[in-house]
């Protein structure tokens, strides 16, 4: 059997600890049969959303890297696709796999769904194949809310994915519930769960809660950089005052989202982060209060996380990740994406504020007690993915989409 290319796309910071599992898995297992190639599309691009994190997952330099950088929806979506386009045309891989719900997924996906290596040649393909397979990993979660750019992101790239791999259950009623066909969708669990089963031993060597002079369990841990919280003044005000309240109590590790920092400056909100929040990165040992520190690398994230009382945030993946950890997370949030989390995981949504805060940290710790690990959360999920490859990628499976075609 010839050797299939798959190119393996991941945009910005939650993209690269799902990337990674299937990474693994192709290298360990699939290597002969695949050849993968990494396109980081340059959304993020400081060391410390980005090159870190590819050190801390033992992933390589990436083949190609677009460059893209920030701008408005618009115009970062646009240059991923007009520099994916070149990619794709160049190297003509036989399946293209985006994951998680960033700009970049929904940008990468709309190419790989309207290339055509026949056309645009102008000559024959050599193949039968005019376009990549595309492949969703993380399909199917909806928070129903609208008004987030990641809900307009997944369901585009649902719709036009050709197989949908999910993390969850729940998701593929979402999916059929949309239209998708139950045959393009397989139930492969949780990739972000391999990489931190995997990383999970070094991160706990690493010294950041002792350089921070935070005890293990004696702090909480809150990261924020959702625009419904940040973007606007009042709201960031409101949630830095009740931190602030919070932190009276125990000291709350605060590591600052690019996006956070500069709303914070730019309303003018740096006192409410005490004298921590003005140090550019580090923090200084306090005993109380905010400890605003720069972005954590992934490993010093899994280890505050782990050794955290309790996690406030507003990302979808820490969600995810403190529920596999057992540790009482408070979702700064009216919706969630990640039901599972609140079902079965250690999960509560909460308005903000101070009291809603306390009230839902109260019920999160209840919940920690009588927690359990999602089905399929069980750090295999990089394996199953690419099996889920090699069936849609079969000759024999191909030859029949071709046929249908
Ligand atoms: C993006 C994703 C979001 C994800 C988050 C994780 C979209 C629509 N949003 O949001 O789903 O949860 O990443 O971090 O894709 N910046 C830097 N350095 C960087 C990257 C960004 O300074 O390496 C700053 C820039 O000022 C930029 C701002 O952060 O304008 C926001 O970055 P952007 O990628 O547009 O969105 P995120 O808020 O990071």
Not at 99 to 116: E, F, H, M, Q, R
Not at 347 to 367: D, Q
Request: charged fraction near 25%; charge should be neutral.
């Amino acid at each position: 059997m010839s050797t299939q290319k798959l190119l393996l796309v991941a945009g910005a910071r939650p993209n690269f600890m799902k990337v990674a599992p299937i990474y693994w898995a192709i290298d360990r297992g699939g290597r002969g049969r695949f050849q993968v190639e990494l396109v980081h599309t340059g959304q993020h691009y400081d060391a410390s959303m980005s090159d870190g994190f590819f050190r801390d997952l033992g992933l390589p330099e990436p083949d190609v890297n677009l460059g893209v950088g920030s701008a408005s929806h618009a115009e970062q979506t646009a240059r991923v696709m007009v520099g994916f386009e070149e990619v794709l045309l160049a190297r003509r891989p036989d399946a293209v796999i985006v994951v998680g719900d960033v700009n970049s997924t929904a940008a990468c996906a709309l190419v790989a769904t309207k290339i055509d290596y026949g056309a645009a040649r102008g000559a024959h393909a050599p193949s039968c194949r005019t376009r990549p397979l595309l492949v969703h990993v993380e399909a199917g979660l909806r928070s129903r809310d609208r008004g987030m750019p990641e809900e307009i992101n997944r369901i585009v790239t649902d719709a036009i994915s050709d197989l949908l791999l999910t993390t969850c259950r729940d998701a593929a009623a979402n999916l059929v519930a949309e239209g998708v066909l139950r045959e393009k969708i397989r139930f492969v669990g949780n990739p972000m769960i391999d990489s931190l089963r995997r990383c999970l031993p070094e991160a706990d060597r690493s010294s950041v809660l002792a350089d921070l002079g935070l005890g293990e369990g004696a702090f909480g841990l809150c990261t924020l950089h959702r625009p419904a919280n940040v973007d606007r003044r009042e709201t960031l005000a409101e949630i830095l005052r009740a931190l602030g309240e919070l932190a009276a109590e125990v000291p709350i590790l605060l590591p600052l989202h690019p996006r956070t920092r500069a709303r914070i400056a730019e309303f003018g909100l740096d006192d409410r982060l005490g004298e921590a929040g003005r140090a550019p990165a580090g923090a200084s040992v306090r005993r109380s209060g905010v400890v605003a520190v720069a972005p954590l690398s992934y490993l010093e994230m899994l280890k505050a996380m782990k050794e955290a009382r309790f996690v406030l945030t507003d990302s979808g993946g820490v969600q995810e990740e403190t529920t596999a950890l057992g540790v009482p997370c408070v979702t700064l949030r009216d919706s969630t994406e990640r039901p599972v989390t609140v079902e079965e995981g250690t999960n509560v949504l909460a308005a903000i504020g101070r009291r809603e805060i306390a009230e839902a940290l109260a019920a999160a710790r209840r919940k920690a007690l009588a927690a359990r690990m999602p089905a399929l959360w069980d750090g295999a999920a990089g394996p199953r993915i690419v099996e889920a490859l090699e069936e849609a990628l079969s000759p024999r499976l191909e030859s029949a989409r071709t046929r249908a075609a």
